[in-house]
């Protein structure tokens, strides 16, 4: 597995790849970053903004839990779906990218259980799983949904920790670590 593989950009990847050993600090620091969902939030307001009756008070596919929630789900079960998704979808992640798996089918696999992440959560939460995902939406609505925040960063950073112990106890190769040159 490469930096440049599946895990730039998103903190909790990084994250939990590092903690199963699979990725070091020095080599995966210059690719953390939280731009990209920022930039997705802008265009699809661009695009949405433009459609008759738009209201960006309805909460432009913000995350939210309690009365934001779409199924006004409690903080606690939003906590709970976010980091039991995130931990499988990071633990699927590791195993279709690890050395063993059959080569060309990690995208098939890595699709269909975001997919499947989708249909269980959009209901509680509008689904998160990516702390860059969440933040760019929340700047865009403000008030509420910057104060839930917290919980579509906290959440990812616990599942992508979990997901990386996860692995790393059932790996059969948990110190694979990818490295590169240091700057």
Same mark, same amino acid.
């Given at each position: 597995?490469?930096?440049?593989?599946?895990?730039?950009?998103?903190?909790?990847?990084?994250?939990s790849v590092r903690?199963?050993?699979?990725?070091?600090?020095?080599?995966?620091?210059?690719?953390?970053?939280?731009?990209g969902g920022i930039?997705?939030?802008?265009?699809?307001?661009?695009?949405?903004?433009?459609?008759?009756?738009?209201?960006?008070?309805? /909460?432009? #596919?913000?995350? *939210?839990?309690?009365?934001?929630?779409? =199924?006004?789900?409690?903080?606690?079960?939003? !906590? &709970?779906?976010?980091?039991?998704?995130?931990?499988?979808?990071?633990?699927?992640?590791?195993?279709?990218?690890? /050395?063993? #798996?059959?080569? *060309?089918?990690?995208?098939?696999?890595? =699709?269909?259980?975001?997919?499947?992440?989708? !249909? &269980?959560?959009?209901?509680?939460?509008?689904?998160?799983?990516?702390?860059?995902?969440?933040?760019?939406?929340?700047?865009?609505?403000?008030?509420?949904?910057?104060?839930?925040?917290?919980?579509?960063?906290?959440?990812?950073?616990?599942?992508?920790?979990?997901?990386?112990?996860?692995?790393?106890?059932?790996?059969?190769?948990?110190?694979?670590?990818?490295?590169?040159?240091?700057?």
């Amino acid at each position: 597995m490469t930096a440049s593989g599946p895990y730039p950009c998103h903190p909790w990847r990084s994250g939990s790849v590092r903690v199963a050993h699979r990725l070091s600090v020095s080599r995966n620091d210059r690719y953390c970053a939280g731009g990209g969902g920022i930039a997705a939030a802008a265009l699809l307001y661009v695009i949405a903004s433009g459609a008759p009756g738009f209201d960006l008070a309805r /909460g432009f #596919a913000a995350n *939210g839990y309690g009365e934001h929630s779409p =199924g006004h789900y409690s903080l606690f079960v939003c !906590l &709970v779906t976010e980091v039991a998704m995130t931990m499988m979808f990071l633990f699927i992640i590791m195993g279709a990218t690890h /050395g063993k #798996a059959p080569a *060309g089918f990690a995208p098939l696999a890595i =699709g269909l259980c975001l997919a499947l992440i989708h !249909l &269980v959560s959009i209901p509680v939460t509008n689904t998160s799983v990516n702390p860059a995902r969440s933040t760019g939406p929340a700047l865009f609505v403000g008030g509420w949904a910057l104060q839930q925040l917290w919980l579509f960063w906290v959440a990812p950073l616990i599942g992508g920790a979990l997901g990386g112990v996860l692995y790393r106890w059932l790996s059969d190769e948990p110190s694979l670590s990818v490295t590169g040159d240091r700057d």
